[in-house]
């Protein structure tokens, strides 16, 4: 199970680590917390014939506003290999506003609904310094605890949901060195700090398959793709892996990086 915060988290942070796990015959499951900000350039004319805005003040919008990045994720999802999306209707960039109990319950739902053996989710510094990218990982840690104890939220979960205690719980990190290729190109407050990780997944030809799904997010980058203007060997190198963190497990693996032994899999240790 990955949880994110935005659509487009799914492809550009986790993209290789689920394409991984579904060409393994993994159950991929990915909740995201919110539908995404509009791109405000599409309000200012209609890009090809199309149905009206619910919000008559503008109809020349050619999409309802609040479905085209939804829709991007969906291809984009469909495209890596994940059997089921959950999308919990979160306004973008309100998330650590919003009720931490109530955002830890309604990701205590999917856990036990789908049962993962592996989350991965955001850290604490969430990669890019995004408040929202900071609250979900929060609380998909604090959700990975409470889905175990039999009473966490009984009284306001479907009855037939019992606790279920996942195996190990994934922080993704983007250490600096991974960075440093990229030069003026990196954003402000991206990275996380070298020696955090504990799982690096080379990705081989599903680096294309991340690529391929990034592309689905026209609306944040672009019909020309968010890596139009690199170099290939520059891109490739970027996309070439990704990297986490342990942060929790149940098995008998130490979690964080220090002392924890390098993985080769986020299976390991899995019967």
Known sequence: MVVVAHPGDEAFGFGGAIAQAAATGAYVVVVCATRGAFDRRLLDRAPAPGGRNRSFQRPVVWRNLDTVREDELRRSVALLGVRVLRMLDYAEDGLAK??????????????????????????PEGVTGDADHVAVGRAAGAAFERA???????DDLEEDQVAWRAAKLYQLVVPASAITPLGDRAPAAFGSPDGSDTLTLELGELAGIKLAAIARHVSQTGSAGPFHDWRPE?????????HYRLARSNLPIPAGAAGSPSETALWDGLP
Do not use: K, N
């Open 98 to 123: 919003v009720d931490f109990g109530e955002l830890v319950g309604r990701l205590v739902q999917p856990i036990r609904m789908h049962r993962p053996e592996v989350v991965l989710t955001f850290g």
């Open 148 to 154: 175990g104890e039999p009473l966490a939220y009984e």
């Open 234 to 242: 520059v891109r490739d190198a970027f996309l070439a892996t990704e």
